[in-house]
């Protein structure tokens, strides 16, 4: 009794950590791929719009007291555009992650089954053999 106990207390502490590793995976990749998506074409384009205006103004001589604002709110509003869309693409990247190691781990697991089976029927199918050769020759013999 105190056996089987033991047993279905390793079996949860093992789901424990197999489910923690998957959050893990799952936020990893998640991070990777908000991060990169995080910066598109609208980022790059207004990114582009602040540094010809920056250079327009310079251009026209005004002073990089007032330049250098101009251009800081800029790469500011940027940023926190960048940082706003990443933060809502991880949380859309982290739902799909685990969505897709939960699939990929329960089919590992089904495959797993699926060679134990076969083994297994393997097995039976050697030992029936191996009786019913041993039972012709029994019969042969007598």
Known sequence: MEQLKNEIHDEAEDTE??????????????????????WDLDIAIFLFLVLIAVLILLFQGIGIEIVAPI????????????WRR???LYGSYYEEELINLARESSMKANNEE????????????????????????VRTTN
């Open 17 to 38: 950590q197999i489910k923690k590793g998957i959050e893990k995976k799952a936020a990893k990749r998640a991070i990777t791929r908000a991060k990169v998506d995080s």
């Open 114 to 137: 699926t060679v134990q089976k076969k083994i297994e029927e393997t097995v039976e199918e050697y030992v029936q053999r191996a009786l019913r050769e041993r039972r012709d020759k």
């Open 71 to 82: 251009a800081v709110f800029g790469l500011a509003c940027v940023w926190l555009v960048g």
């Open 86 to 88: 990443r933060r809502k």
